[in-house]
């Protein structure tokens, strides 16, 4: 079974500029989450998806958004970079229902750098 | 909201020698489940092992192993016969009953020297 698959591996923007990132679930999953990783904060949470609707959210502005298509696929947008945005993406694909499916499986994430 | 503490930023261990990796965490929730992740130097998360709540037997997989102690909120890792290999970044894990949003810790970078 293929893996958690994430497109694209690096990205560099400048600021100002908008972003799009893709995540491609395990067959089967059906909730995506996103996280961002930095030095700094560690992993924090952005936001699940399960069957096409936003489950939960952390905390983050606005300016990060995402969706979830029919076939599970997630993509992730980021709108106005600032430098601060600069992180690793990581996506994390799941069974998401069902006791002990939630074990959460992890793409090799989005290298964004924001100049 | 749910907080998970590791106290230890960096912790080494010599090839085949056991080492142990701490792990607090703070809930008023009595199900939940633990998890502790590696993420070596080519950063894919990698899931090492799983506890759920419910269970009082320390969770075992292979060399890796944890002890749980529901009560103190202790959910350590204790890796035996270390290898090169198992140098990375390992993060603890909380998720709620609700399986919406994991909580990670700030991680623990292990060195293993030969």
Not at chain 1, 14 to 30: A, F, K, M, Y
Not at chain 1, 94 to 110: C, D, H, K, N
Not at chain 2, 29 to 51: C, G, N
Not at chain 2, 71 to 97: E, H, P, R, T, V
Request: aromatic share 14%.
């Amino acid at each position: 079974k293929a893996g958690v698959t994430q497109t694209p591996r690096y990205l560099i923007k400048t600021r100002g500029q908008q972003v799009t990132l893709s995540c491609s679930p395990i067959s089967g999953h059906r909730s995506v989450s996103w996280y961002q990783q930095t030095p700094g904060q560690g992993l924090q949470f952005l936001f699940e998806y399960f069957s096409e609707t936003q489950r939960n959210k952390g905390n983050f502005p606005g300016r990060f958004s995402g969706r979830q298509f029919s076939n599970s696929r997630s993509e992730m947008n980021v709108s106005t970079l600032e430098l601060g945005d600069s992180a690793l993406y990581l996506c994390a694909s799941s069974l998401g229902v069902g006791r002990g499916a939630y074990e959460q499986y992890f793409g090799p994430g989005t290298r964004l750098t924001v100049t | 909201a749910q907080t998970v503490t590791q106290s230890q930023p960096e912790m080494s261990v010599q090839e085949a020698e056991t080492v142990t990796l701490s792990c607090t965490y703070d809930t008023s929730e009595s199900d939940y489940y633990l998890f502790w992740y590696k993420q070596p130097p080519s950063r894919q998360m990698i899931l090492v092992i799983r506890q759920e709540a419910y269970k009082q037997q320390n969770a075992t997989e292979n060399r890796f192993s944890v002890n749980f102690q529901k009560a103190a909120k202790s959910f350590s890792l204790k890796i035996s016969d270390s290898q090169l290999g198992d140098a990375a970044m390992y993060f603890c894990a909380y998720l709620g009953n609700t399986g919406n949003q994991f909580y990670f810790g700030t991680g623990t970078s292990l060195t293993v020297i030969p």
